[in-house]
């Protein structure tokens, strides 16, 4: 039998087409047919289904390991995969990780496919209602199209619903997949609502298509399609998104630490955030693999916190997945300023508290030089809830890391089974250890937006116009304790190195850096720069500039012109 080339089933849907103030409402289908499609309730089912797919993106472990280790702000953790994350010579086109972000993303654009195709003309649909879904399913189609040129570059391009299986197919050039890409989002803001205000939670609206489109033609001025325009383009939809947001109910938050905080996650900074749901017949279960669309990122940044004495694994300081801990350029010089620049605690935990009397440690006999006053040699250092791991930034002294009442980890001893850990996921609802996360996981935010804009308009050269956006930015991170005049910066601060620098500061750990890296020309330079692991050796240009098709992929294509490997892969 021959290999199909692209899914064109979907296995889930949610939610209807209305809009109300709550969150998208889901419930499961079956497998649908094409046929089903043309009826109201089948692009009612294909929408939310495509809505559904970007679970599979959002919060998996695959995207994760795609965007976030094997770059200057995280490298391999204990317990990640040393080939994949560190660009090893064996990691090959065949990894499951490609197969499954390129076989689903596929998937989810036949299901946009099929509203947009079947949309027009299904009956039963107030106009209204139609123009919305429509605009909604090329929202969608532009992120998954987008995802997939920044990991591969020129793809497949089907803008028709496929009800069969295909054995042939070419790689459309990146520039035409690009216009296709940019004139969905163009065309679906006039039928989008303006703002995420007064619609259900984690719909398509078109401030967040205004800031794809910006970060869109930003991406697209450091690849091979650039248009001379594209920089320009890039800050008029940024700078337009943030004019009009306020209007829209959406703003800076005054403390970055509440935009992650659990529960808030529909707070007024998020453009547009991916659903997460406790319902197996959308997330799967703790005991399937990684590729199903859990939100996982909850254990994905956990350290192994329950081999030092003291500790256990409890639910809300998660399970020790241990895939990625953070660089030391990203800890001590990236954050090195956390006095005036509260992010760093806002978004790391350094901190774990004692929860396991059965393995508390014991002052040593005699007691060491500088211990704290009552403590007792052969007695406990600390009792439950105390500080039972701490993680400073810069060094200690032996005798002071021996006098500490709990286990001191200055960043100096940091290492792939012990370093701070993001916080921003964290999720005590889960309903026991192994549970993945049912927290929406925010894909857009505003914050981006003012950084979309320093960027654009800087290497527009318009650099007077750019610092008051990245201003903006740095003087809410002083909030509430730090002096925010000491957090400004003038045009003459400005270059592409800082800001990525202040990108990191802001986004870390949101599933956006290899993209950035890969946008701006700087992945192999910053890797070489500041990531300590074998990564700065493995890297290799132009290999690594792109992800490899997946093996799967070029097996599968059996009919026509073979399909091409990206290069440095072997085909």
Request: with cysteine; hydrophobic share 35%.
């Given at each position: 039998?021959?290999?199909?080339?692209?899914?064109?089933?979907?296995?889930?849907?949610?939610?209807?087409?209305?809009?109300?103030?709550?969150?998208?409402?889901?419930?499961?289908?079956?497998?649908?047919?094409?046929?089903?499609?043309?009826?109201?309730?089948?692009?009612?089912?294909?929408?939310?289904?495509?809505?559904?797919?970007?679970?599979?993106?959002?919060?998996?472990?695959?995207?994760?390991?795609?965007?976030?280790?094997g770059t200057?702000?995280?490298?391999?953790?204990?317990?990640?995969?040393?080939?994949?994350?560190?660009?090893?010579?064996?990691?090959?086109?065949?990894?499951?990780?490609?197969?499954?972000?390129?076989?689903?993303?596929?998937?989810?654009?036949?299901?946009?496919?099929a509203?947009?195709?079947?949309?027009?003309?299904?009956?039963?649909?107030?106009?209204?209602?139609?123009?919305?879904a429509?605009?909604?399913?090329?929202?969608?189609?532009?992120?998954?199209?987008?995802?997939?040129?920044?990991?591969w570059?020129?793809?497949t391009?089907?803008?028709?619903?496929?009800?069969?299986?295909?054995?042939?197919?070419?790689?459309d050039?990146?520039?035409?997949?690009?216009?296709?890409?940019?004139?969905?989002?163009?065309?679906?803001?006039?039928?989008?609502?303006?703002?995420?205000?007064?619609?259900?939670?984690?719909?398509?609206?078109?401030?967040?298509?205004?800031?794809?489109?910006?970060?869109?033609?930003?991406?697209?001025?450091?690849?091979?399609?650039?248009?001379?325009?594209?920089?320009?383009?890039?800050?008029?939809?940024?700078?337009?998104?943030?004019s009009?947001?306020?209007g829209?109910?959406?703003?800076?938050?005054?403390?970055?630490?509440?935009?992650?905080?659990?529960?808030?996650?529909?707070?007024?900074?998020?453009?547009?955030?991916?659903?997460?749901?406790?319902?197996l017949?959308?997330?799967?279960?703790?005991?399937?693999?990684?590729?199903?669309?859990?939100?996982?990122?909850?254990?994905?940044?956990?350290?192994?916190?329950e081999?030092v004495?003291?500790?256990?694994?409890?639910?809300?300081?998660?399970?020790?997945?241990?895939?990625?801990?953070?660089?030391?350029?990203?800890?001590?010089?990236?954050?090195?300023?956390?006095?005036?620049d509260?992010?760093?605690?806002?978004?790391?935990?350094?901190?774990?508290?004692?929860?396991?009397a059965?393995?508390?440690?014991?002052?040593?006999?005699?007691?060491?030089?500088?211990?704290?006053?009552?403590?007792?040699?052969?007695?406990?250092?600390?009792?439950?809830?105390?500080?039972?791991?701490?993680?400073?930034?810069?060094?200690?002294?032996?005798?002071?890391?021996?006098?500490?009442?709990?286990?001191?980890?200055?960043?100096?001893?940091?290492?792939?089974?012990?370093?701070?850990?993001?916080?921003?996921?964290?999720?005590t609802k889960?309903?026991?250890?192994?549970?993945?996360?049912?927290?929406?996981?925010?894909?857009?935010?505003?914050?981006?937006t003012?950084?979309?804009?320093?960027?654009?308009?800087?290497?527009?050269?318009?650099?007077?116009?750019?610092?008051?956006?990245?201003?903006?930015?740095?003087?809410?991170?002083?909030?509430?304790?730090?002096?925010?005049?000491?957090?400004t910066?003038?045009?003459?601060?400005?270059?592409?190195?800082?800001?990525?620098?202040?990108?990191?500061?802001?986004?870390?750990?949101?599933?956006?850096?290899?993209?950035?890296?890969?946008?701006?020309?700087?992945?192999?330079?910053?890797?070489?720069?500041?990531?300590?692991?074998?990564?700065?050796?493995?890297?290799?240009?132009?290999?690594?500039?792109?992800?490899?098709?997946?093996?799967?992929?070029?097996?599968?294509?059996?009919?026509?012109t073979?399909?091409?490997?990206?290069?440095?892969?072997?085909q």
């Amino acid at each position: 039998m021959k290999k199909i080339l692209l899914i064109a089933g979907i296995a889930a849907a949610a939610g209807l087409l209305g809009s109300c103030n709550k969150m998208l409402n889901e419930k499961p289908y079956s497998v649908l047919t094409a046929d089903f499609y043309k009826t109201s309730q089948g692009v009612n089912a294909a929408l939310d289904a495509s809505y559904a797919g970007m679970r599979t993106v959002w919060g998996c472990e695959d995207y994760f390991s795609l965007t976030t280790p094997g770059t200057d702000e995280f490298k391999r953790g204990n317990d990640g995969n040393n080939v994949f994350m560190t660009y090893d010579p064996g990691l090959l086109a065949s990894d499951g990780k490609f197969k499954a972000q390129w076989n689903n993303i596929y998937t989810y654009i036949n299901t946009c496919n099929a509203v947009i195709e079947f949309g027009p003309s299904a009956p039963g649909l107030a106009d209204n209602i139609r123009k919305k879904a429509i605009a909604e399913a090329r929202f969608l189609r532009a992120n998954y199209y987008f995802v997939l040129v920044q990991f591969w570059g020129d793809v497949t391009l089907t803008q028709s619903f496929i009800s069969s299986p295909l054995t042939s197919a070419s790689r459309d050039p990146l520039a035409k997949v690009y216009e296709a890409i940019i004139k969905d989002l163009k065309d679906a803001i006039p039928d989008l609502p303006p703002g995420p205000k007064g619609i259900d939670f984690g719909r398509a609206n078109a401030l967040a298509a205004k800031h794809v489109l910006a970060r869109v033609y930003l991406t697209r001025a450091g690849s091979k399609a650039a248009q001379g325009t594209d920089y320009r383009d890039a800050a008029t939809y940024a700078t337009d998104a943030i004019s009009t947001a306020s209007g829209q109910g959406v703003n800076l938050l005054p403390d970055f630490g509440s935009i992650f905080t659990e529960g808030n996650e529909a707070n007024a900074e998020v453009l547009w955030s991916v659903q997460h749901t406790a319902s197996l017949a959308y997330n799967g279960s703790p005991q399937q693999d990684n590729r199903t669309p859990d939100n996982m990122l909850v254990h994905l940044f956990v350290p192994q916190y329950e081999k030092v004495d003291g500790m256990t694994r409890n639910i809300r300081d998660g399970r020790p997945y241990i895939r990625c801990v953070p660089t030391k350029w990203l800890t001590d010089t990236v954050f090195a300023e956390r006095v005036n620049d509260t992010r760093f605690n806002k978004s790391f935990q350094t901190v774990w508290f004692c929860n396991n009397a059965s393995s508390i440690p014991k002052w040593p006999n005699p007691l060491p030089p500088g211990a704290p006053a009552g403590a007792v040699a052969g007695g406990p250092k600390m009792k439950l809830g105390d500080t039972c791991i701490y993680m400073p930034q810069g060094k200690r002294s032996s005798a002071q890391i021996a006098a500490a009442p709990y286990t001191l980890m200055p960043s100096d001893k940091y290492s792939i089974k012990m370093s701070p850990a993001i916080s921003k996921y964290v999720d005590t609802k889960r309903s026991d250890m192994n549970a993945p996360s049912i927290r929406p996981i925010i894909a857009y935010r505003l914050a981006e937006t003012y950084l979309i804009a320093a960027e654009a308009l800087m290497q527009s050269g318009r650099t007077g116009e750019a610092v008051q956006y990245i201003n903006a930015i740095r003087e809410r991170a002083a909030y509430p304790t730090g002096d925010k005049t000491k957090m400004t910066v003038t045009a003459a601060d400005l270059n592409i190195n800082f800001i990525l620098d202040e990108r990191s500061r802001e986004l870390a750990g949101e599933n956006i850096r290899w993209l950035d890296l890969a946008r701006t020309g700087k992945l192999a330079e910053r890797i070489r720069a500041h990531n300590d692991d074998d990564s700065r050796v493995n890297f290799k240009e132009p290999k690594h500039l792109l992800r490899p098709i997946p093996q799967d992929q070029i097996d599968a294509t059996t009919t026509g012109t073979p399909y091409p490997q990206n290069p440095g892969w072997i085909q």
